[in-house]
T-cell receptor, first 110, second 112 residues
C-alpha cells in the first residue's frame, strides 16, 4: 500500500542547531516526493522536490531508495523556519494524486 | 499565490445543516482537489476533479459531495454537517505539466 510516514509530530531545536525531519514512504514504483511547508496560518507551499535536487532556504532532501526515505535537512536552523512540514508522495497510477504524511511541527527556539 | 481563492474563509454552522465551500481558480488548470487538515492526520484527500463534470472520491469522501460545472470552480458540499467535519479545508490545483499542487488559503469550518 502507498503510504507516507512522518514519525515525529513535533521537533524542537535551538537556533543554529542542525535539523532533520524524517519522512519514510511505501510505494511500489519509482517515487516522486515533495516537501511542503505551512507557516502559521498561511497556505501550504512547495519547499522542494527530489527531482530538482536543489536547496531552498538552506534545506535539502535526498531520496534514499534503499531506506525508502526522503528526510529534510538543514545544517543551521533559524527561528523563521518554525512551521509545519509535510512530506508528500505522487501517485502516478492514480492521476498524479498526492498522499501526505501526518506532518511535523518544527519549533526553533532562540 | 497561483490564483486560487476559497470562500468563505471562516464559517460556523450547526449540526445537520448543509454547507457549501467554494474554490475558484484563474489558472485554467485541469485538476482540482479538496483536502481536510486535522492534527495528527495531516492532509487527507476528500474528492478531486480531473475536468468539468469529472470527479472522483478520495480517502475520506463519506458525508461530502462535489461538483464542477466550470473549469474555474470546484464546490464541496457537506450534505448534513456533523461535528466530526469541523476542520480546515484546503483546495488545491495541479499544473498541467507537472504534479506540483498549489493550495488555496483554506476555510476554517466549525460545526457546533
Amino acid at each position: 500500500a502507498q503510504r507516507v510516514t512522518q514519525p515525529e509530530k513535533l521537533l524542537s531545536v535551538f537556533k543554529g542547531a542542525p535539523v532533520e525531519l524524517k519522512c519514510n514512504y511505501s510505494y511500489s514504483g519509482s517515487p516522486e516526493l515533495f516537501w511542503y511547508v505551512q507557516y502559521s496560518r498561511q497556505r501550504l507551499q512547495l519547499l522542494l522536490r527530489h527531482i530538482s535536487r536543489e536547496s531552498i532556504k538552506g534545506f535539502t532532501a535526498d531520496l534514499n531508495k534503499g531506506e525508502t526515505s526522503f528526510h529534510l535537512k538543514k545544517p543551521f536552523a533559524q527561528e523563521e523556519d518554525s512551521a509545519m512540514y509535510y512530506c508528500a508522495l505522487v501517485l502516478y497510477n492514480q492521476g498524479g494524486k498526492l498522499i501526505f504524511g501526518q506532518g511535523t511541527e518544527l519549533s526553533v527556539k532562540p | 499565490d497561483a490564483g486560487i481563492t476559497q470562500s468563505p474563509r471562516h464559517k460556523v454552522t450547526e449540526t445537520g445543516t448543509p454547507v457549501t465551500l467554494r474554490c475558484h481558480q484563474t489558472e485554467n488548470h485541469r485538476y482540482m482537489y479538496w483536502y481536510r487538515q486535522d492534527p495528527g492526520h495531516g492532509l487527507r484527500l476528500i474528492h478531486y476533479s480531473y475536468g468539468v463534470k469529472d470527479t472522483d472520491k478520495g480517502e475520506v469522501s463519506d458525508g461530502y459531495s462535489v461538483s464542477r460545472s466550470k473549469t474555474e470552480d470546484f464546490l464541496l458540499t457537506l450534505e448534513s454537517a456533523t461535528s466530526s467535519q469541523t476542520s480546515v479545508y484546503f483546495c488545491a490545483i495541479t499544473g498541467n505539466t507537472d504534479y506540483e499542487q498549489y493550495f488555496g488559503p483554506g476555510t476554517r469550518l466549525t460545526v457546533t
